[in-house]
C-alpha cells in the first residue's frame, strides 16, 4: 500500500491523462461516461489521501523520469496543492454524477466519446497545473487545460451559436495569457538558468533588483490576472460560461479559476516571496483597487442580467474579487480567507450551476423570462437554487458567511481607514447580491408561468447531485474545522516556508 | 556593442506588431495570424539564451574543444511550437464553423448580429 | 559575415510581419505568415538550434499554411477594410512592449558565455554527464525525451486535444436545416463520425485524370514514397542528428496529405479511413504513457527508463525510442485528423452547392 501511495502525486494526473485516449475510442453514450467518472472518483480519493498525509506530514516530492530536480520534473504536493486536488476532482466527481443525463440534452451522443476525452483532459491539466514544482511545466499544462476548455466551451453550440463565437474569444485571450505566462518564466530562466520553482526562489534575492526580473513579476501576475478572469480582464467569462453546456460551466465555474488563483498565490509566496511582493513591488497596492472594483461593479452588472447563467457568471467574477483581496491583504489571516473561499465557493456556485443545469434539461431554456414561475413547476430544484443563492450572500450557517466572516477579521486586523473601507463595500456588495438574488427568488416564486411552459421535477438523476452540493456546502457552513482547518495549514505552510 | 541586445530587440518589434493586429484587425483569421506571429516573436527570445558565440548545435561530436550551444531552450522551445500549431489549428476550425453559423468572419459584424438577436 | 546575415535576416523578418499586418488579401498574408516562419526557422539555424529550425519550418511553415489555406478555402479571402479607433490596441501593444524593452537592458548580452543560462549547473549535467548517463549524441533529444521527458508527453496529450477537438468542431455537419426536412424524416444525429466525413464515393475506380492533372499525379506519385521514407529517416535518426518524433510525424502526415491533394479526399480515406487515424491518435499517447506505467510497475517513477532494460544506459535507448514512437504516431494521425477536418468540410461545403443548384 505504500508503494502505490508513494506514486498517489503522479497517479492522480496520469489515470485521466491516459483514460482520455481510451475514452476517445468509444462511441456509445454510457461507457464514457461511467469511465470518467470512475476515473475522477478514483483521483478524488487519492487527492484526498494525499490532502490527508501532507497537512501532517508536510510536503511531498516525486521525482518524475527518477531524474532529481532542476535536471528533471518534479511534482510537489504540499498543503495548499493538495487541497486544490482535491477540489478539483471533487467537484469533478460530483459534477459528472449530473452529467449522465444532462448532457445528452445538449451534445449528440455519436460525439460523447471525444466529449468525456475532453472533460478528463480538462482536469487532468488543472491538476496537473496544481500539483508541479516546474515552472514550464505549468505552461504544458495550462495549455492542455486551456484546449480542452475552448472545445468543451464550443460544444454548446447545439443550444446556442453563441457558443462558439464565445470560445473562441476565450481562445485568443487565453493565448495571450498563456503567452504572458510563458515570456515571464523565460525571463526568470534567462535570470537564473534553472526552471524547478524552488530552485529559482533560492536564488531570487540575487536577482530581484534586475529589470528582466521586475519585468517577469510583471508578465506573471498580468498571465495570470487575465487566466483566472480578474477585474478588468474578465471579458472572457460570462461569454463563456454563458454558452457552454450546463455541466461544463458548472465544472469550469469551480475549479477552472480557482487554479489560476493558486498559481498566484503559488508564485507570490513560493517563488518571489512575500517581502518582495508586498515590499519593494507594491502588490498589494496593485491587486487591492482592482479587487474592490471586481466586488463592487460587477455585482451591479449581475443585478441587470436576463439571463440566469451570465447572472452567475459575473457574480462569479465579483467572487473572485473578494479572492484577490485575501491575498491582497499580505496577512495570514488574508491568505487564509482566500484559500477558504476558494473552497467554498466553488462547491455553491457548481451547486447553483447546477440548479440552472436542472432548470434548462426541463424548460430548454436559461433566460428569466421564461423561468417566470418556476418555483411552482419546479419546486425543489427552484428551492435548491434559493439555498445556493442564501450561500452566495453570506447568510450566518452557510460557507459563504464563513469565508466573509474571515475575510472581514482580516481585512479588520489593519486597523486603519483602508480596512473599514475594504470591510464597507464587503457589506455593500453583499447586498448587491442580495438584490440579484431576490430578483431571481421574486420572478420563481410570485410571478405567474409563461403560457405553455414545461413543467415537472427534473429527474432524480439530476436533483440529487444538486442536492449534494447545496446540502455539502451547508455542512461546510455549519461544521467548519476540516475546512478551515486545511486552509490555515496551507497559509501557515506558505507563510512558514520563508521564515 | 549595438549588436548586444539586438535579437531581443527584434522580438520585441515582432512581439508588438502580433499583439497589435490581435488586438485591432476584426476578421478573425487576420486574429489568428496576430497570435501566431505574438508567439513567434517568443520563440526567438527563448532561442537568443541559448546561443554562444562560437558555438555549434548541440549533438556532441568526436572532435575537441568545440562550444555547444545550451539545448535547454531548444527543449522548451520545440515544445511550444507545436502547442502553438494546436492552439492554431483549434482556432481556425471553430472560424470555419463561426463562418458557417454566422455568416461571417468579421467581429465587428458578428457583435452587431448579437445586438439585434 | 555570419551577423551580417542574422541581422539581414531579422530585418527581412520584420518587414514580412509588418506586410502581414497591412496586407488586405487573407491568402497574401498566409504566404508572408509562412514566409515569417520560414525565415524564423532560417534565424534559428544561425542560431545553432537545429532542431527547432527543423520543426519551425515543417510545423510553422509547413502544416500552419495547409491549416490556413484550407480555412481560407472555407471562408473566403477578403478582410473588410475599415479599422475602428486603432488607438487604444496601439498605446497598449507599445506599452507591452516597452515593458519589455525595458527589461532588455539589464539581460545578459547574446551570445556571452557568461549567463546565468550557459553557467547553470543543468548546462554541464546535459552536455557532459548524459553522455553517461544516456549515451544519446543529440542533447535535444536526450532532453527532450527523458530529462524533461514528461513535458513531451504533455505535449504529445495536447497535440491528441488539437485532434479530437477538431474532429468534434468540424464533424457536426448539418446537410439541412430543419426546417427543409420532408415531413416525417428524422435528421439522424447518430451519424457516426466517419460517415459524416467521408464525402460520397463517387462511381470511379481510379482518379479521374484531366491533361492538366497529369503532372502533379505523376510528381507525386514519384516524390511521396521519398517524403513517407525521409519520415522513418527522420524518426529513427533524431538520436543522431536533428529529428525526432515531432518533426517525423509532420512530415509523414505531409505525405498523406499531399496524396490527398493531387488524388483527392476518397481516396485517401480509402487508404487511411479515419477509424484507423483514431486510433492512431489514441495509440501514440498510450504507448508514451504505456512506457511510464511499466516503469512504475518495475518498480520506479513515472518514466524512469533506467528500469526497462537490465542495462540503465541500454534502457533509456529503448525508452527514448520508444516514446519517440508515440510521439510520431500521435502526430502523424493529428494532423492527418486535422486535415480530414478541414478537408471533409470543404467536400460537404461542395455537395451542398451542388444540391442547391
Not at chain 1, 25 to 39: D, E, M, N, S
Amino acid at each position: 500500500m505504500s508503494s502505490l501511495f508513494a506514486q498517489a502525486p503522479i497517479l492522480a494526473i496520469i489515470l485521466p491523462l491516459l483514460s482520455a485516449p481510451i475514452c476517445a475510442l468509444f462511441r456509445g453514450a454510457t461507457f464514457p461516461w461511467a469511465l470518467t467518472t470512475i476515473v475522477s472518483a478514483l483521483s478524488f480519493g487519492l487527492s484526498l489521501d494525499l490532502l490527508f498525509y501532507v497537512a501532517e506530514h508536510g510536503a511531498v516530492s516525486y521525482e518524475i523520469g527518477g531524474w532529481a530536480p532542476p535536471y528533471g520534473i518534479e511534482y510537489i504536493a504540499d498543503p495548499l496543492s493538495a487541497f486544490v486536488m482535491t477540489i478539483i476532482s471533487g467537484i469533478s466527481t460530483g459534477v459528472l454524477l449530473f452529467a449522465r443525463e444532462s448532457i445528452l440534452k445538449e451534445v449528440p451522443a455519436s460525439r460523447l466519446g471525444f466529449f468525456f476525452s475532453a472533460y478528463l483532459l480538462a482536469i487532468a491539466g488543472m491538476m496537473g497545473i496544481t500539483v508541479t514544482g516546474d515552472a514550464f511545466n505549468i505552461f504544458v499544462f495550462l495549455e492542455i487545460t486551456s484546449l480542452s476548455s475552448y472545445v468543451l466551451i464550443s460544444m454548446g453550440a447545439g443550444t446556442d451559436r453563441r457558443a462558439l463565437t464565445a470560445a473562441f474569444q476565450y481562445l485568443i485571450v487565453g493565448t495571450i495569457g498563456a503567452t504572458f505566462i510563458l515570456i515571464g518564466v523565460g525571463l526568470l530562466y534567462a535570470m537564473t538558468g534553472t526552471l524547478n520553482i524552488a530552485d529559482i526562489a533560492s536564488q531570487f534575492d540575487q536577482i530581484e533588483d534586475t529589470r528582466p526580473v521586475r519585468a517577469a513579476v510583471g508578465f506573471l501576475v498580468v498571465g495570470f490576472a487575465i487566466k483566472l478572469a480578474m477585474f478588468p480582464f474578465h471579458i472572457w467569462l460570462p461569454n463563456a460560461y454563458t454558452y457552454a453546456p450546463s455541466i461544463v460551466t458548472a465544472l469550469f465555474a469551480g475549479t477552472a479559476t480557482k487554479v489560476s488563483v493558486y498559481l498566484l498565490i503559488r508564485f507570490i509566496y513560493s517563488m518571489f516571496g512575500a517581502d518582495f511582493s508586498f515590499g519593494d513591488l507594491p502588490l498589494t497596492t496593485l491587486l487591492l483597487p482592482f479587487a474592490v472594483v471586481a466586488i463592487l461593479s460587477m455585482s451591479v452588472v449581475a443585478i441587470f442580467q436576463d439571463n440566469l447563467k451570465r447572472l452567475l457568471a459575473f457574480s462569479s467574477v465579483a467572487q473572485l474579487g473578494y479572492m484577490i483581496l485575501g491575498i491582497a491583504l499580505a496577512s495570514e489571516s488574508g491568505l487564509t480567507a482566500s484559500i477558504l473561499h476558494m473552497f467554498n465557493h466553488a462547491i455553491v456556485k457548481t451547486g447553483l450551476f447546477l440548479s440552472v443545469g436542472a432548470m434548462f434539461y426541463v424548460t430548454g431554456s436559461v433566460y428569466l423570462k421564461d423561468l417566470a414561475g418556476i418555483g411552482q413547476r419546479m419546486p425543489i430544484t427552484t428551492f435548491g437554487f434559493v439555498l445556493g443563492g442564501l450561500a452566495l450572500i453570506g447568510v450566518p450557517l452557510t460557507p459563504g458567511f464563513i469565508s466573509k466572516w474571515y475575510l472581514v477579521q482580516a481585512v479588520l486586523e489593519r486597523g486603519d481607514a483602508l480596512g473599514y473601507g475594504l470591510a464597507i463595500s464587503m457589506l455593500i456588495s453583499s447586498l448587491f447580491a442580495v438584490i440579484y438574488i431576490w430578483r431571481v427568488v421574486e420572478l420563481a416564486y410570485f410571478k405567474p408561468s409563461p403560457e405553455g411552459a414545461p413543467t415537472g421535477e427534473a429527474p432524480l438523476t439530476l436533483i440529487i447531485p444538486c442536492w449534494i452540493f447545496i446540502l455539502g456546502g451547508f455542512y461546510f457552513g455549519i461544521e467548519t474545522s476540516m475546512s478551515v482547518g486545511f486552509a490555515e495549514t496551507a497559509a501557515k505552510f506558505l507563510m512558514g516556508a520563508l521564515q | 556593442m549595438f549588436f548586444d541586445h539586438f535579437n531581443y530587440w527584434i522580438t520585441v518589434i515582432l512581439f508588438v506588431i502580433g499583439l497589435y493586429t490581435v488586438m485591432s484587425r476584426s476578421n478573425l483569421v487576420k486574429k489568428m495570424i496576430g497570435l501566431s506571429i505574438f508567439q513567434i516573436a517568443v520563440f526567438l527570445l527563448y532561442i537568443t539564451m541559448g546561443k554562444i558565440e562560437g558555438g555549434t548545435a548541440p549533438i556532441i561530436i568526436d572532435q575537441p574543444d568545440v562550444i555547444y550551444s545550451n539545448p535547454l531552450p531548444h527543449v522548451l522551445i520545440l515544445t511550444a511550437i507545436v502547442v502553438g500549431v494546436a492552439t492554431t489549428a483549434l482556432g481556425l476550425a471553430l472560424v470555419v464553423r463561426i463562418k458557417e453559423t454566422f455568416g461571417t468572419i468579421d467581429e465587428d459584424e458578428i457583435l452587431q448580429m448579437e445586438e439585434t438577436k | 559575415m555570419e551577423e551580417f546575415t542574422s541581422v539581414f535576416l531579422m530585418l527581412l523578418l520584420v518587414a514580412s510581419a509588418l506586410a502581414v499586418l497591412y496586407v488586405r488579401n487573407l491568402f497574401v498574408a498566409t504566404m508572408l505568415l509562412g514566409a515569417v516562419s520560414f525565415i524564423m526557422a532560417l534565424i534559428f539555424v544561425t542560431l545553432d538550434a537545429v532542431d527547432v529550425a527543423f520543426t519551425e519550418a515543417a510545423v510553422g511553415a509547413g502544416i500552419s499554411t495547409v491549416l490556413y489555406l484550407g480555412t481560407l478555402a472555407l471562408v473566403g479571402p477578403h478582410e473588410k477594410g475599415s479599422i475602428k479607433k486603432p488607438v487604444l490596441p496601439l498605446l497598449l501593444s507599445l506599452a507591452v512592449g516597452g515593458v519589455l524593452i525595458y527589461a532588455t537592458f539589464e539581460m545578459p548580452i547574446v551570445g556571452s558565455p557568461d549567463t546565468p543560462v550557459q553557467q547553470s549547473r543543468l548546462t554541464e549535467r546535459f552536455l557532459v554527464q548524459s553522455l553517461d548517463e544516456i549515451a544519446v549524441p543529440n542533447i535535444v533529444t536526450s532532453v527532450l525525451a527523458s530529462y524533461r521527458g514528461f513535458d513531451t508527453f504533455g505535449e504529445t496529450t495536447v497535440i491528441f486535444t488539437a485532434g479530437i477537438a477538431v474532429l468534434l468542431i468540424l464533424s457536426q455537419v448539418r446537410i439541412r436545416r430543419k426546417e427543409d426536412l420532408a415531413d416525417g424524416e428524422v435528421e439522424d444525429e447518430q451519424d457516426s463520425l466517419e460517415a459524416q466525413l467521408a464525402p460520397q464515393i463517387k462511381d470511379t475506380s481510379a482518379p479521374s485524370a484531366s491533361p492538366h492533372d497529369l503532372i502533379p499525379h505523376v510528381v507525386a506519385k514519384l516524390l511521396i514514397p521519398f517524403v513517407l521514407l525521409f519520415g522513418f529517416y527522420v524518426q529513427f535518426h533524431g538520436d543522431f542528428g536533428p529529428g525526432g518524433g515531432f518533426q517525423a510525424g509532420v512530415i509523414f502526415a505531409a505525405g498523406f496529405i499531399l496524396y490527398s491533394l493531387v488524388f483527392g479526399l476518397e481516396f485517401t480515406q480509402k487508404l487511411l479511413p479515419l477509424r484507423v487515424v483514431e486510433y492512431g491518435l489514441a495509440a501514440g499517447v498510450l504507448l508514451y504513457g504505456g512506457v511510464g506505467v511499466v516503469s512504475m510497475l518495475l518498480g520506479g517513477n513515472f518514466l524512469d527508463y533506467n528500469l526497462l532494460s537490465a542495462d540503465p544506459v541500454a534502457g533509456q535507448h529503448l525508452g527514448i525510442l520508444l516514446v519517440e514512437l508515440g510521439v510520431g504516431i500521435t502526430v502523424t494521425a493529428a494532423m492527418v485528423a486535422i486535415f480530414y477536418g478541414f478537408a471533409g468540410r470543404s467536400e460537404v461545403k461542395k455537395k451542398n452547392e451542388v444540391e442547391a443548384k
